[in-house]
């Protein structure tokens, strides 16, 4: 999932690029947004039955009716707000606010961060979205292949490194590596560069017609990169059919 994270003042026309920017993504691919409302709290309707199930610790209260869907969690984590977009399959994450985060942003107006554009073009931001970063979850790398594979075998493994750059390289040559295999339809294999810590989490997910086969690579895989990655505790998965 790639996240385009927009900056600047109050006022300097930030929502109004927003609208602009997602009338374009979304004829890409699923696009969401996050906003950092910050101290204006949204205020849920008192007393109704979605504000009382959230009060008693529903997470998320989910309300649909004939237009939408709202959902409201109780965690205020940017991180898992993220999480959740990636695992719902969501390509492009555009938030807004949270500053301090070391996104590659776009810059709107005046303001003294970093940032890849400045108050850029929409067909500037569109030419050069593969330099803005990536956000990945298992499940979202699962959902990718979901789509162009439907009918495939998909297994997964996840470990983690603690050397992130070489990682990233030695597994971007394995991956290419494995693509060439007649045998598998698709792997990604990459490196969440987002840590609240020194061990940078590694997702594998491997597809294949034949169900050994998927066995057999994902194990290959598995070996190929150990010598930067090492198995974490968490559980991993495999999924006969994708579409369950």
């Known amino acids: 999932m790639k996240i385009l994270h927009i900056a600047g003042w109050s006022g300097s026309g930030k929502t109004t690029y927003i609208l602009q920017l997602c009338s374009h993504l979304v004829l890409l691919g699923r696009t969401a947004t996050i906003k950092h409302?910050?101290?204006?709290?949204?205020?849920?309707?008192?007393?109704?039955?979605t504000t009382l199930h959230f009060q008693s610790g529903a997470d998320p209260a989910i309300g649909i009716d004939e237009e939408k869907t709202s959902a409201c969690f109780h965690s205020v984590n940017l991180d898992d707000a993220l999480n959740f977009l990636s695992d719902a399959g969501v390509q492009y994450a555009v938030i807004e606010g949270f500053k301090s985060r070391p996104f590659q942003k776009i810059l709107i107006g005046d303001l003294d961060c970093s940032f890849l554009l400045k108050s850029p073009e929409i067909p500037q931001v569109l030419s050069v979205l593969d330099q803005f970063d990536d956000w990945y979850t298992l499940p979202g790398l699962v959902n990718e292949m979901r789509v162009q594979h439907p009918d495939d075998n998909i297994l997964t493994w996840s470990g983690y490194t603690t050397d992130y750059k070489n990682t990233v390289d030695f597994c971007a040559e394995v991956e290419k590596?494995?693509?060439?295999?007649?045998?598998i339809t698709s792997i990604r294999i990459r490196v969440q560069k987002w840590s609240d810590s020194?061990?940078?989490?590694?997702?594998?997910?491997?597809?294949?017609?034949?169900?050994?086969?998927?066995?057999?690579?994902?194990?290959?895989?598995?070996?190929?990169i150990s010598p930067y990655v090492m198995q974490s505790m968490q559980d991993n998965r495999s999924e006969k059919d994708p579409r369950i």
């Open 177 to 183: 590596d494995f693509l060439a295999k007649s045998h």
């Open 37 to 49: 409302i910050g101290s204006h709290h949204s205020k849920l309707p008192v007393g109704k039955d």
């Open 198 to 224: 020194d061990n940078f989490p590694v997702y594998v997910a491997l597809s294949a017609k034949d169900p050994l086969i998927a066995v057999q690579y994902l194990s290959d895989a598995m070996q190929r």
